[in-house]
Each structure stands twice: as structure tokens, then as C-alpha cells.
Nanobody
Framework: VQLQASGGGLVQAGGSLRLSCAAS?????????MGWFRQAPGKEREFVAV????????YYADSVKGRFTISKDNAKNTVYLQMNSLKPEDTAVYYC??????????????????WGQGTLVTVSS
């Protein structure tokens, strides 16, 4: 599986960005899940959001709930992360990730098999 993330950039606090992650290389099963993680300088990579390839099940980190929305376009094999009301603490490199199964470990970075290259989001105050 190849994942190509894009859409990062510099935005002022309160602004919005939409990240995209295009996936290729395999047929996705109904149990596949795609997640977004982020890593700020000097910090561990942390879970942001996840969506199941089949259906509309989504989960979010508490820190982004109500501000970020994860969605997908199955026809384009693409997952999006709409980020609104951005804060300086959202500044990080954002990574998309894929795993072929679903389940309760979706928030663990170790549960994912494939990763995109990351896209930098910088939120100025």
C-alpha cells in the first residue's frame, strides 16, 4: 500500500485546512481502517482520527473532537481530514496510516501497517 499525504501549510489560529491521503496498491476490504496521526517537535506521534473503509464509523482524539472531521471517498481511495478552528498546539507533521483490520487498537500507532510521508501543518498565533 502506498499512501500520499498532502494539504499541509501555514495557517493562522482559527483558520482551516484540509488534508488528503490518497491510497493505492491494493484492494481495500470492509475491515480496513485509515487513520491520521500527528507528531509535534520533541513529542511522540499521537492519534488524531480514524475511519473505517466500509461504513461511517469514525473516532477522534479528545483534543480535536468537534474541530476536525475525517471522511473518505471510496471511489478515489482517498481519506480527508478537515481541520477547523485550528490552534497553535495543532502544529505538527500529520501522517496518514493504513491497516487491514478494524478493532479497538485504532489509536495505537503500532497497529498500522503502512504510513504516508507526512505533511506539515503550522498554526501561527
Amino acid at each position: 500500500v502506498q499512501l500520499q499525504a498532502s494539504g499541509g501549510g501555514l495557517v493562522q489560529a482559527g483558520g482551516s485546512l484540509r488534508l488528503s491521503c490518497a491510497a493505492s496498491g491494493r484492494t481495500f476490504s470492509s475491515s480496513s481502517t485509515m487513520g491520521w496521526f500527528r507528531q509535534a517537535p520533541g513529542k511522540e506521534r499521537e492519534f488524531v482520527a480514524v475511519i473505517r473503509w466500509s461504513g461511517d464509523s469514525t473516532y477522534y482524539a479528545d483534543s480535536v473532537k468537534g474541530r476536525f472531521t475525517i471522511s473518505k471517498d471510496n471511489a478515489k481511495n482517498t481519506v480527508y481530514l478537515q481541520m477547523n478552528s485550528l490552534k497553535p498546539e495543532d502544529t505538527a507533521v500529520y501522517y496518514c496510516a493504513f491497516r487491514s483490520v478494524s478493532g479497538s487498537s485504532y489509536a495505537s500507532r503500532y497497529a498500522y501497517d503502512y504510513w504516508g510521508q507526512g505533511t506539515l501543518v503550522t498554526v501561527s498565533s
